[in-house]
């Protein structure tokens, strides 16, 4: 990828001197020296004071972008571009806003919203090869950012599908599971029953049993008494014989 930012500052430092203030100019002059230093954010301090002198400074906003790019912070750096592309006058300007603004959104992996601005950075400068590269870049990068979220998404509707596989595995075991524990407290509730009429089976038995002792043991008295009786009965009185 292709960018153009040194030569951009010193280029609008020589093309816009004379329309500066003093003041304006000794911060951008002070902003490029730091640049040019590669002390990035001394140069955007300097910047940022050029924009308080005045804010529709459109080489401010520019260089600025430029000394956030370079400190990695491409969200700022991208707004900065796209300020300078609205306030710039003529389209060169203008194309090179666009590009650069294009490099940031790219940065990000914004892929597509850097081909919307490569795509204006052409419209305003047709010419301009470095920006043919940059949006031919950014178009296999989208291609690739769409062919990865695609098999990101097959990838994702297998893992859900194991997912549910797995979920109708485990509920079918807890079925299965939930099926040998009643079946088990079944067998369990019919041994209890079956033991609670062995024992009443057995204390019928039992009572049928003393019932019966009890029978045999009236008997047994009543014998006794009978017995009693007879031995207690008077004997018969005996024939006397005639003395003839």
Known sequence: MITRFVLTIFFFCLMFSNAFTQSERSHIRDGNSAYKEKKYSDAEVSYKKSLEKNKD????????????YKQDRFGEAAEQYRMSAMKAKDNELKAQALHNLGNSLLKEQ????S??????????????????????YA????????QQQQQQQRQEKKDDKKQDEKQNQDQQKQDQQKQQQDQQQKQEQQKQEQAKQQQAQQKKQQISKEDAERILEALKNDEKKVQKKLQKKVPARGQVEKDW
């Open 115 to 136: 081909l919307a601005a490569y795509k204006e950075a052409l419209k305003a400068n047709p010419k301009d090869t470095e920006t043919k590269y940059n949006y031919e």
């Open 139 to 146: 178009k296999r990068m989208l291609q690739q950012q769409q």
């Open 110 to 113: 914004k892929f597509q919203e």
């Open 57 to 68: 400074l459109v080489e401010g906003s520019f260089n600025l972008g430029d000394a956030l």
